[in-house]
């Protein structure tokens, strides 16, 4: 094969560079080399300081003893699966090495012998004592409840995730499974615990408080009397990397838990949604007549005696289309102790507990002017943890949270790309993919794109429409003679250039009374030095820091409280996926998630784009406008939102603002505009899987509420598929283990001849920086 003469030059100047042994780097193999000798270098003084002893610290007798190791190499090495947060370790890193603070320093620091959480909590990796190996009457860590799923969890966990903890030692707050404080009947497990004590557990359960009370990040739950009909059992879906929740015995009469447990549903708001599951409905008694047992006689010598089943919905079997997920149920079973599994437990910095007991105290005293908090702050920073907390410690005390969740890239209830307004009634808890969707009234805008950069206008307008619901929910609330409701508004994490505009507007926009920005650098200041210590190392804008209108308040991010704030954590690409496949594949009719096969398989919903039967009346696609011989091309097995538009004139809608495509396909003329938020609103996701020519029909897959159409479509309102930026999985039309023909449909190998410009386009935003460019 004859090459050109291009080719061929550039060849022969490669064979010369690679030839000669003082070939030049290029910039970027320039800057590679000095930032890994940099990083050799930083490593090397590490651990030189490492080796110097420290006479002042006072060193851990046990750990030295049974692990002739050096702390220091625990401490930096990068192969260090888990550890665990210990109270009472220096964690300035002042002597490069971890060691335990002094007791004089303590009670000097802090008036007291308790250490402070954010003053004194360090990382380590610790070893088990011999003490601890000896302990008797000790039950395997893990009880295997059920038999494990072999395709989707091993039968034993992998060596990486068999680190243990430190148990014996009072920094260990989680409590080990035994004989004298567990009882297993059945496949139920029921657990005693002490005021104060805590316990982790990971798989897919119910859980219920048969005894006393407990608290599970900010949400307070009490026991009932066992055949009280009302909402006994709580799902919870608990996989590995993410943080794993925490249950703490809680002292009844220390806490102000004022909130009545009410019924299961309100007919008010919940007669177009699906009905929970049964297995939630059942009581107490119920269990009883099912074991035989008496509850109230299981434990006694423990003041909180919890309930746990296994409660499979079928969410840990999400690897089977999603490859990566293999490791957020590799357990044995589904009901297992998080000590020897979870890498990372949901810690409340102790700067969030004195807000949210400031905020409710405020909000005691005065409930006729509810609080309206913003959260703000950079990426990963845990905005969405923090209004996952205050929402739940709210949610004691009334029935009611208004939870905006304007954060199109990462949300914590709908899937990315849109933004809503839920009426939380229960607490919000585990990870935003394994989350039951929740049975609240809500409403929903579409904006196409996992971040509002590229077009703020259309962002604000929906965020506007999202407040103006709000507003409109309190005044019936008014009319009925009910008391406001809070509001928490969980914004995204752009907050520099644009950014910082965009949030100015917002705060505009909702006017909040209380907002939080939560730093990175967090450190315990004074107001007068807040603004130049953090203004220029986090780009705090400034409008905040002269907080007028507000109240603002600068707390520490969650990260920083994780063993190791790199590892162990999804990126927000396999967040967005994972929230992505859970919606998706989410069943209404049953509540279970069904991964058993592709979506391609799945019945789909047929409706008419064409004819008197006609269910959608156009499609709307955001980005540059199309002709219409290309639409079906560009919509076809693709993502799509399933939107309800008002219009005031049925003539203008039809001879104006519609035309029809070859086949027959109403297109709505926006100039690649999306649709106005004053007038629409978003009822989820959707999947076209076929477009059938010869029926005129759109073949739909997807959650979709069909009470919820009735609804709109007796208001008159015009159905529209919306086709914004987002695009679907593989694995959503792309079943692995059964792909054996040759040809797949939407789908199309990469060869070594592809036409010129067929490869991905990587956009470069450094060109300024780099080259120094200015505008004038």
Request: proline share 8%; charged share 30%.
């Given at each position: 094969?004859?090459?050109?003469?291009?080719?061929?030059?550039?060849?022969?100047?490669?064979?010369?560079?690679?030839?000669?042994?003082?070939?030049?780097?290029?910039?970027?193999?320039?800057?590679?080399?000095?930032?890994?000798?940099?990083?050799?270098?930083?490593?090397?003084?590490?651990?030189?300081?490492?080796?110097?002893?420290?006479?002042?610290?006072?060193?851990?007798?046990?750990?030295?003893?049974?692990?002739?190791?050096?702390?220091?190499?625990?401490?930096?090495?990068?192969?260090?699966?888990?550890?665990?947060?210990?109270?009472?370790?220096?964690?300035?890193?002042?002597?490069?090495?971890?060691?335990?603070?002094?007791?004089?320093?303590?009670?000097?620091?802090?008036?007291?012998?308790?250490?402070?959480?954010?003053?004194s909590v360090h990382t380590t990796e610790t070893v088990p004592s011999r003490a601890e190996e000896k302990s008797p009457s000790s039950l395997p860590a893990s009880p295997s409840l059920v038999e494990a799923d072999v395709e989707s969890r091993p039968n034993t966990p992998s060596s990486s995730l068999n680190t243990s903890f430190q148990k014996q030692e009072s920094g260990y707050p989680y409590t080990v499974l035994t004989e004298e404080n567990s009882v297993r009947i059945g496949n139920v497990l029921f657990v005693g615990l002490h005021y104060g004590e805590k316990l982790a557990l990971v798989g897919t359960y119910l859980f219920a408080c048969a005894r006393g009370c407990l608290s599970l990040f900010g949400a307070l739950y009490a026991s009932r009397p066992k055949d009280e009909k009302c909402r006994t059992w709580r799902s919870l879906n608990v996989p590995l990397v993410y943080p794993t929740p925490v249950f703490v015995s809680e002292n009844i009469s220390d806490t102000s838990f004022t909130k009545k447990p009410t019924e299961l549903t309100d007919p008010s708001s919940q007669a177009s949604l699906p009905a929970m599951d049964s297995a939630e409905n059942t009581s107490l008694s119920d269990l009883e007549n099912a074991l035989h047992v008496n509850i109230d006689s299981l434990l006694l010598s423990f003041e909180t005696l919890l309930v746990f089943k296994v409660n499979d919905l079928g969410i840990s079997k999400i690897p089977r289309v999603c490859p990566f997920a293999k490791r957020l149920f590799n357990m044995p079973s589904l009901l297992e102790n998080a000590s020897s599994l979870s890498s990372a437990f949901e810690i409340i910095p102790d700067s969030w507990k004195a807000f949210a007991d400031s905020m409710l105290s405020t909000y005691a005293s005065s409930k006729h002017t509810p609080p309206k908090l913003l959260v703000c702050g950079p990426k990963g920073a845990g905005k969405s943890t923090c209004c996952r907390y205050v929402t739940n410690r709210l949610l004691n005390f009334t029935d009611y949270v208004a939870f905006l969740d304007i954060d199109p890239g990462q949300p914590e209830v709908v899937p990315v790309g849109n933004i809503s307004l839920y009426f939380m009634d229960s607490p919000l808890q585990g990870p935003a993919f394994s989350r039951l969707p929740p049975n609240a009234r809500c409403f929903r805008v579409h904006t196409g794109e996992s971040t509002p950069q590229r077009d703020p206008t259309h962002y604000l307008a929906s965020t506007y429409r999202l407040f103006v619901e709000y507003q409109k929910f309190n005044f019936e609330r008014e009319l009925e003679g009910k008391p406001p409701i809070s509001l928490i508004v969980n914004c995204p994490g752009w907050i520099k250039g644009g950014g910082a505009e965009l949030l100015f507007n917002l705060v505009n926009q909702i006017s909040p009374t209380e907002v939080v920005y939560l730093s990175r650098n967090y450190q315990r200041v004074n107001t007068s030095d807040r603004k130049g210590i953090f203004q220029y190392k986090e780009g705090i804008p400034e409008f905040l820091l002269q907080a007028t209108p507000f109240t603002f308040s600068q707390l520490e991010s969650s990260w920083q409280y994780l063993p190791d704030s790199s590892a162990h954590r999804m990126s927000s690409a396999d967040n967005r996926t994972l929230g992505l496949l859970s919606y998706l594949y989410f069943d209404l009719q049953h509540s279970t998630w069904d991964f058993s096969r592709s979506l391609a398989s799945h019945q789909p919903l047929a409706t008419a784009y064409n004819g008197s039967q006609q269910g959608i009346d156009a499609i709307n696609i955001i980005g540059e406008p199309l002709n219409l011989l290309d639409v079906s091309k560009a919509i076809n097995g693709t993502l799509l939102a399933l939107c309800a538009y008002e219009v005031s004139n049925e003539k203008e809608w039809n001879d104006n603002q519609i035309a029809k495509t070859p086949e027959g396909i109403p297109v709505l003329i926006n100039d690649g505009l999306p649709l106005d938020p004053a007038n629409a609103q978003c009822f989820g996701l959707v999947l076209l899987r076929t477009i059938d020519l010869v029926k005129k029909e759109f073949h739909l897959v997807g959650p979709i509420n069909l009470d919820l159409l009735a609804d709109a479509d007796s208001k008159g309102m015009k159905f529209v598929l919306e086709r914004g930026r987002l695009e679907s999985p593989l694995s959503t039309m792309l079943d692995r283990r059964l792909v054996i023909y040759p040809e797949l449909p939407y789908l199309e190998r990469n060869h070594a001849s592809v036409a010129a410009g067929s490869q991905r386009r990587r956009v470069r935003r450094n060109i300024n920086r780099r080259t120094g460019l200015t505008g004038q």
């Open positions: 094969m004859e090459h050109s003469a291009f080719y061929q030059i550039t060849m022969a100047k490669r064979k010369r560079a690679e030839s000669s042994p003082n070939a030049p780097l290029s910039a970027f193999a320039a800057r590679h080399l000095n930032r890994e000798n940099k990083t050799t270098k930083d490593k090397k003084k590490k651990g030189k300081r490492s080796e110097s002893p420290n006479e002042d610290a006072e060193q851990p007798v046990e750990s030295v003893e049974e692990n002739p190791t050096s702390l220091s190499d625990h401490s930096a090495s990068k192969q260090a699966s888990f550890q665990v947060l210990v109270p009472g370790i220096d964690r300035s890193g002042r002597n490069g090495i971890d060691q335990p603070v002094p007791s004089h320093e303590i009670e000097d620091k802090n008036g007291s012998d308790k250490p402070s959480m954010s003053s």
